[in-house]
């Protein structure tokens, strides 16, 4: 099923605009070389799963279809913030978990959230709830909150907080500073948000079908062989 067709259809059962719409984005990661080229039909190469992660970030862009491309570089390259000074560092806690997830950028951990779906995740999916909600995603300094949810044994929820950048932006920390501080008055309700923003929210259940679609995937089904 790893096939792009395949996660086409399966990412437009949950898209507003339907495989369609999702395909039009496939086209032109295709052509900024976000994703591999292919054969269409029975004939097309399997995806990796940076690609499936490369495609939600790509649909994150709702708005302007041929920015498509740069939301994936600043998604991808997207740094974590935090724990700002006073608080638990969440990272702790899921470093805990049985997961393997890489929290080092955003793309690192959207492509191990998959990984680790695609291979547990018929085990897991009544116990977690994982969800990604982008502000602005072509923009640089886009907000990215990573929701995990645990809901058995014991309920926990935590946040991480992304920033957007572009990988070769040479002032990565002064915008981390600066974000880290936006956050801060956020939860405070120091400030209120100015002008029009555009938040995309990419679901567990988005998540769990494309990570199914992955599942085929010979790497994931024997990952010691490729080792």
């Not at 680790?116 to 886009?142: F, H, Y």
């Not at 992304?162 to 990565?172: G, I, K, L, N, S």
Request: hydrophobic share 45%.
């Amino acid at each position: 099923m790893a096939r792009l067709p395949a996660l086409i259809e399966t990412i437009g059962n949950h898209h507003p605009r339907g495989a369609v719409g999702v395909d039009h984005y496939a086209r032109i990661l295709r052509k900024a070389g976000k994703i591999a080229p292919s054969k269409r039909g029975v004939g097309a190469s399997h995806v990796t799963v940076s690609e499936a992660s490369n495609l939600l970030f790509g649909l994150a862009e709702m708005n302007k279809a041929h920015l498509a491309p740069d939301a994936v570089d600043m998604l991808r390259a997207a740094v974590l913030m935090g724990p700002l000074p006073g608080e638990d560092d969440p990272i702790s806690f899921l470093r805990d978990t049985s997961a393997p997830f890489d929290f080092s950028t955003l793309g690192n951990l959207l492509d191990s959230i998959l990984v680790e779906l695609a291979t547990v995740g018929s085990r897991i999916a009544g116990w977690w709830d994982i969800s990604l909600r982008i502000e602005n995603p072509s923009i640089l300094g886009s907000a990215v909150e990573v929701m995990f949810r645990f809901t058995g044994p014991t309920y926990k929820s935590i946040k991480l907080s992304y920033v957007a950048h572009h990988p070769d932006f040479p002032h990565v920390p002064m915008i981390a500073e600066d974000m880290a501080e936006r956050f801060r008055k956020a939860e405070s309700h120091d400030s209120a948000p100015t002008g029009i923003t555009f938040e995309i929210v990419i679901s567990f259940a988005v998540l769990l079908a494309v990570a199914h679609c992955l599942a085929s995937l010979p790497s994931l089904k024997n990952p010691e062989g490729d080792a």
